[in-house]
């Protein structure tokens, strides 16, 4: 079974720019859920989306904005790019949402390395 | 709001030495508690996880976690260290919708 791919890998942008990243999730899983990973803020959520709805949203500015699609593919895009933006950013995707009677398990893509100058 | 604390940003380690990794929950609510490992240039991936039952819990790659909920910690231990078990180690909990992580342990095992 493939698992949770990201795309891209890597990417440089400039401040004031836009960035679209793109999580593909494994075979089945309707839950995916975004984080942002720095070293001064360690792993933070952004955003979680079950059958193209957003279920439940972390503390980020409005920049940050996310969607799914039918076939359970997600993407985040974050608008009018800051030096601060500049993280890791994780998808994880789960066969259930986070707040059903069963606790399914996150598995996490390789996540995007976006780097903001 | 619940909220993880790893007290240590790194433990050092010889290998084949025994290591744990401190981690301390607050939360008001029942939790549901896990441990993740993030080696270099890679996405998460899970080692354990605590839902209910036996409070001590095994995960991959021989590590284990008693879960305390006294003393509201979730401990991850393993009895003899390997160099490849060099990564970043990270406890999370979950309430309700929410999955909050710590800051993370960088486990450094040597020669």
């Known amino acids: 079974k493939a698992g949770v791919t990201q795309t891209p890998r890597y990417l440089i942008k400039t401040r004031g720019q836009q960035v679209t990243l793109s999580c593909s999730p494994i075979?089945?899983?309707?839950?995916v859920s975004w984080y942002q990973q720095t070293p001064g803020q360690g792993l933070q959520f952004l955003f979680e989306?079950?059958?193209?709805?957003?279920?439940n949203k972390g503390n980020f500015p409005g920049r940050f904005s996310g969607r799914q699609f039918s076939n359970s593919r997600s993407e985040m895009n974050v608008s009018t790019l800051e030096l601060g933006d500049s993280a890791l950013y994780l998808c994880?995707?789960?066969?259930?949402?986070?707040?059903?009677?069963?606790?399914?398990?996150?598995?996490f893509g390789p996540g995007t390395r976006l780097t903001v100058t | 709001a619940q909220s993880v604390t790893q007290l240590d940003s790194q433990v050092p380690v010889f290998e084949e030495a025994p290591v744990e990794l401190r981690c301390n929950y607050s939360?008001?609510?029942?939790?549901?508690l896990f441990w993740y490992v993030q080696y270099p240039n890679q996405g998460l991936q899970l080692l354990l996880k605590?839902?209910?039952?036996?409070?001590l819990v095994k995960g991959i790659n021989g590590f284990e976690a008693e879960f305390n909920k006294s003393q509201t910690s979730f401990h991850l231990r393993k009895p003899s260290v390997h160099i490849s078990d060099t990564a970043e180690y990270f406890c999370?909990?979950?309430?309700?919708?929410?999955?909050?992580f710590g800051k993370g342990t960088m486990l450094l095992v040597s020669p």
């Open positions: 994880a995707s789960s066969f259930s949402p986070l707040t059903s009677g069963v606790t399914y398990e996150q598995y």
């Open positions: 989306y079950f059958s193209e709805t957003q279920r």
């Open positions: 075979s089945g899983h309707r839950s």
């Open positions: 939360s008001s609510v029942s939790v549901y």
């Open positions: 605590y839902l209910s039952g036996s409070t």
């Open positions: 999370a909990v979950r309430v309700g919708s929410t999955l909050t």
